[in-house]
């Protein structure tokens, strides 16, 4: 009866091995995968906010250029007005330098 006792004990014991070696390996397996799946998690991420990215400063540079197209169209403008506005005053000012260099009031 010892005998077969301690070929029980063994053979439990060997089991037991196999299960830790078998938890092991299945262990190891898991880490390598998860491992995997978020190299490719961080890789499909980054591919993500590249193409995010890519979208939102082609929106900021159309953004830039239309306010830059409003700035030149107002510069312009502006500098339009400006002329209009020399263009007006340049015949009173050449009738008042007229006025004092012929020295009439």
């Known amino acids: 009866m010892a005998k077969e006792t301690m070929q029980a004990v063994s053979e439990t014991e060997k089991q037991a091995q196999q299960l830790v070696r078998t938890a092991k390996e299945n262990g190891e397996q898991i880490i390598s995968e998860a491992a995997s799946q978020s190299s490719r998690l961080i890789a499909d991420a980054v591919k993500e906010a590249r193409k995010r990215a890519d ?15 409003a700035a030149v169209a107002d510069t312009e403008k502006e500098t339009a007005a400006l002329r209009e506005r020399a263009d007006s005053r340049r015949l009173e000012a050449s009738q008042v330098i007229l006025k004092i260099v012929l020295g009439q009031p």
């Open 55 to 69: 979208v939102l400063r082609g929106v900021a540079r159309a953004d830039a250029e239309k306010l830059r197209a």
